[in-house]
């Protein structure tokens, strides 16, 4: 019996690293771009939509939380740069080795922070050279965030909104969405940002859904079994 001869394992590495790439640039293209949300949930339109209506990049992400919307909305309207508002409630290390963040996400509702309104800025720098702006606001349903400011090389300009939108399930369960949608110019420059941007989008946005369910369901359950005031309530301090 003759012998097939064997591919040289010098030859295999090559195909074996191209196919690796593929799949890892396949599993870039969709988590980096949804995670959580289900095909009618990604489709679907939410607010905020028509601020960049025909976007270059766009993600939607979802959880579930246990909880009313009313529940979950002041965590939703205090966000902010860390320093000047609650944060992001994103990890303390990942904002230090992000962004040299020191100041951390609060654990508790701030009664001060709960008056947006729209045209309000909100800051996501210390020096608010980089802010959103509120552009729509339905209480307990979605806050949409808007900024232009949000530039990293080699762009040189983006249109940049943000929806943070709450559906009820039942009368104790909440679907908690993010969508993201960017345009940007030049619009090669997403050669370069797009494989980083969408990384940090899924680690990013992944934190902050997973932060805001820990802390409304951590107050609502302390509320509850303590008989205190209602969890949408806010703190006094």
């Known amino acids: 019996m003759t012998e097939v001869p ?3 394992a010098s030859r295999r590495w090559p195909a074996i690293a191209s196919a690796g790439l593929l799949l890892a640039a396949v599993l870039l293209h969709r988590y980096g771009r949804r995670s959580g949300a289900s095909d009618r949930e990604v489709h679907a339109p939410l607010p905020g939509d028509g601020l960049v ?20 909305w002041p965590w939703i309207m205090q ?8 944060g992001w409630y994103t990890p303390h290390w990942l904002d230090r080795l992000q962004w040299g963040i020191r100041e951390r996400s609060a654990d508790r509702i701030v009664e001060e922070l709960q008056s947006l309104g729209i045209g309000d800025q909100v800051p996501d720098s ?15 349903r979605a806050l949409v965030l808007y900024s232009t400011r949000h530039l990293l090389p080699p762009m040189r300009s983006i249109s940049f909104s943000w929806a943070f939108v709450l559906e009820p ?3 104790e369960r909440t679907r908690f969405l993010i969508r ?29 859904l997973r932060g805001v369910k820990r802390r409304a369901e951590s107050r609502a359950t302390r509320s509850s079994s303590s008989g205190a005031k209602p969890a949408c309530a806010v703190d006094e301090r």
């Not at 960017?182 to 902050?208: C, E, F, H, K, Q």
């Open 6 to 8: 064997r591919k040289p």
């Open 53 to 72: 209506p025909k976007p270059l990049w766009e993600s939607t992400r979802a959880i579930t939380i246990t909880g009313t919307p009313g529940q979950v």
């Open 79 to 86: 966000m902010g740069y860390p320093a000047l508002r609650a």
């Open 126 to 140: 210390p020096d608010w050279s980089v802010f959103f702006t509120v552009a729509a606001l339905e209480p307990e």
């Open 169 to 171: 399930i039942d009368h």
């Open 180 to 208: 993201a949608r960017a345009r940007y110019a030049p619009r090669w420059s997403w050669l370069v940002l797009g494989p980083p941007y969408s990384l940090g989008d899924l680690l990013n946005t992944g934190t902050i």
